[in-house]
């Protein structure tokens, strides 16, 4: 292999991730799922991003619909991907405190 030269080792559609458990360090989750995330182009780079619902309205948003029923079903998600997590703070704005997206 040449330094700088990426090798594909296989090509996946990002749908055949959903549901993907997944380590998240600095989260007290032992374990976080991969879940659709709509705003985001899936022909630009991996369309894989760290979804931020507790400062990102966005990203509040999309996980408050996640938590619907109708949309679990929609996406094929199992209620056990989604629906024990809440939003976590990340970051504390002045005026805003923490979770700022949820207001």
Known sequence: PEFGKMTCLAEVPGAQLI?????APLSPYERVYMLPLMSIKMNKGTG???S???DSPD???????????KKQEYFGLK???????????IIDIDGLGTCAAES
């Open 59 to 69: 990203d509040w948003a999309a996980f408050s619909d996640l938590k619907k029923p």
């Open 79 to 89: 209620p056990e991907w989604v629906d024990p997590f809440d939003a976590l703070p």
């Open 48 to 50: 894989i991003v760290t």
């Open 52 to 54: 931020v619902p507790s």
């Open 19 to 23: 549901g993907l458990p997944l380590s």
